[in-house]
């Protein structure tokens, strides 16, 4: 167990619709990572967020935004769902926000788009 | 910019055996580099990370990683594979801001 828990672990939509994702880092760490990865194109870097603030942006569709709460949990909302965003979403989390700091990921949410 | 390349999708062996996971990297600085496992319906665990220090890196699980600037690899290897190896297996470079770059993983395969 990494100590990132995400939520839900399965969400099934249809098209059009719109999703929030939720993941809580490991106690401590100050930065959190959003991943997606899909058959087609593998494990691919999103958006990371540290003590609250955008650190930097991989390949993030316009359709998809985050947030990081002071709390430090942070929620991915996928808005205009396409059957293409079908995949399983993770949520990594480091202590600092400039590397090298390991990354500890969660289980990851799977998402179906019908 | 960077980028890894892992050399096989797939690689079979037989319980006891060795086990070699190849991986190539490019990096316009010196990289971390790491491996990460990720056994069927689970999440990412690390196996072992390269920053610089010791090029022999050892991780968990009897896994280790040569880190080799000349050739630009970071090949993954075991000495007597487990089923329980079994997994997908990823080669990843960390850059700026701590972003990590996958490889394409390579599906380890153990027969009994």
């Known amino acids: 167990d990494s100590g990132v828990t995400q939520t839900p672990k399965h969400l099934i939509t249809a098209t059009g619709q719109r999703v929030t994702l939720r993941c809580s880092p490991r106690?401590?760490?100050?930065?959190v990572y959003w991943y997606q990865q899909s058959l087609d194109q593998g494990l691919q870097f999103l958006i990371q967020?540290?003590?609250?603030?955008?650190?930097a942006k991989g390949n993030i569709l316009e359709r998809f935004s985050a947030q990081q709460f002071p709390d430090l949990h942070s929620e991915l909302n996928l808005s205009s769902l396409e059957l293409g965003d079908s995949a399983l979403y993770f949520c990594?989390?480091?202590?600092?926000?400039?590397?090298?700091?390991?990354?500890?990921f969660g289980p990851g949410t799977r998402l179906t788009v019908t | 910019a960077q980028s890894v390349t892992q050399l096989d999708s797939h690689v079979s062996v037989s319980e006891g055996t060795p086990v070699l996971l190849r991986c190539n990297y490019s990096?316009?600085?010196?990289?971390?580099l790491f491996w990460y496992v990720q056994h069927p319906n689970k999440g990412l665990q690390l196996l072992l990370k390269?920053?610089?220090?010791?090029?022999l890196v050892k991780g968990i699980n009897g896994f280790e990683a040569e880190f080799k600037k000349s050739e630009t690899s970071f090949h993954l290897t075991k000495p007597s594979a487990h089923m329980s190896d079994a997994a997908e297996y990823f080669c990843?470079?960390?850059?700026?801001?701590?972003?990590?770059?996958f490889g394409g993983g390579t599906r380890l395969m153990v027969k009994p």
């Open positions: 990594a989390s480091s202590v600092g926000g400039r590397g090298p700091y390991e990354q500890y």
């Open positions: 106690s401590g760490d100050l930065s």
């Open positions: 967020y540290y003590n609250g603030e955008e650190r």
């Open positions: 990096s316009s600085y010196s990289p971390s």
């Open positions: 390269y920053t610089s220090a010791a090029t």
């Open positions: 990843v470079v960390s850059g700026a801001g701590n972003m990590l770059t």
